[in-house]
């Protein structure tokens, strides 16, 4: 049997763009930034606590809590532009047997003993960052919003606008499958941008004004600029996507810079209280972001066939959830040497 500390983990979109050179990490490192595992070993002064054997998360964002970006609230930001984000990026990540967390104290996130991996696999990164986007539109009760791309960020942003009190939620995207899946989390309606002006449809929605917060979660120009144009004199464009070139917001689609307009951007809000609070959203019943993840791996090996699937976005897959070797799961022990399923 091979010993593993990390039980669960996932494939970000954000990896396809390090995997592609889109988005420079430090050379060498072993990727994955969405860990849930138990804990081997720990560092000094932990012990009170903390305890070897316990069931944890972290979050994809591990900042250090007491740094200036960490004590002016930006703690995504710890240390400077996207510090907060180490596994990865700038240290050793999630794909392996182990993983080194630092700042423990204000990173490990002790799993609820009725909360399964697969139940928190979601929260670490794409739960977060996607209701982050709603959060960071500050969208009020009755509000409607547009959420431009239905992947795994776009959903969890639709879970998220419903989550806040949106009354109309648009997701907008091309497959059908994910338009299905967008209605499921919380769209009150879906548009197929391939097939009609989303602009036009969104203003006639909305009494000719666009709506008060559009959540952009692909990270295209396309969407970007769909995104501002459908939004309302004094709306919110919250911006999730992660962009690569040149990004324009063009004259028109802006009202010239003069419609009281915000454009706010997020990293994935992490930290141990962030974790707890998403936690206890699945607890409570009020989060399920199992059916998110439609194909799962059940060791390490399979990495790049699971990356190769999760990179073409083939067999409908939305996440990918990997297990490494002889771990229990919700099902008891998984056979070595376990085959690819699809649920
Ligand atoms: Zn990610
Ligand atoms: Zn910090």
Not at 171 to 196: E, H, K, N
Not at 205 to 224: P, Y
């Amino acid at each position: 049997m091979k010993r593993s500390s990390i039980t669960a983990t996932t494939i970000c979109g954000t990896d396809v763009h390090i995997v592609k050179g889109e988005y420079p990490v430090r050379p060498g490192l072993i990727l994955g930034h969405e860990p849930v595992g138990v804990i081997e070993e720990l560092g000094p002064g932990l012990e009170d606590e903390y305890s070897i054997g316990q069931r944890v998360i972290a979050g994809a964002i591990t900042p250090c809590g007491h740094c200036f970006y960490c004590l002016n609230g930006v703690h995504s930001q710890c240390h400077g532009p996207l510090g907060g984000w180490r596994f990865g990026n700038t240290i050793n990540g999630a794909w392996a047997e182990y993983l080194l967390v630092l700042d423990a104290r204000a990173n490990l996130a002790v799993i609820p003993d009725q909360l399964t991996d697969e139940q928190v696999l979601m929260l670490p990164d794409i739960a977060s960052t996607g209701i982050s986007g709603a959060e960071s539109g500050n969208i009020r009760i009755g509000d409607s919003v547009a959420v431009f791309a239905q992947g795994p960020i776009g959903l969890c942003a639709t879970v998220g606008a419903r989550l806040r009190g949106a009354s109309q939620i648009i997701g907008i995207d091309p497959l059908a499958d994910r338009r299905t899946t967008a209605t499921q989390f919380g769209a009150t309606v879906t548009l197929d941008p391939t097939s009609c002006d989303v602009v036009a449809e969104i203003k006639r929605m909305t009494d000719g004004r666009g709506v008060d917060v559009a959540i952009e979660a692909l990270g295209r120009q396309e969407t970007f600029e769909l995104a501002l144009r459908s939004l309302r004199a004094g709306g919110v464009l919250s911006s999730l996507g992660v962009y690569s070139g040149k990004l324009v917001a063009p004259y028109d689609a802006i009202y010239a810079g003069l419609a009281d307009q915000r454009i706010v951007t997020t990293l994935c809000p992490g930290g141990k209280e962030r974790m707890r609070r998403m936690m206890s959203m699945v607890m409570h019943g009020r989060l399920d972001l199992t059916r998110l993840v439609t194909h799962d791996f059940f060791s390490l090996e399979q990495l790049p066939e699971a990356f190769e699937l999760f990179s073409h976005a083939a067999d409908g897959v939305m996440k990918v959830g990997i297990y490494p070797a002889s771990v229990p799961s919700k099902d008891g022990l998984v056979p070595e040497p376990a085959a690819i399923g699809s649920r």
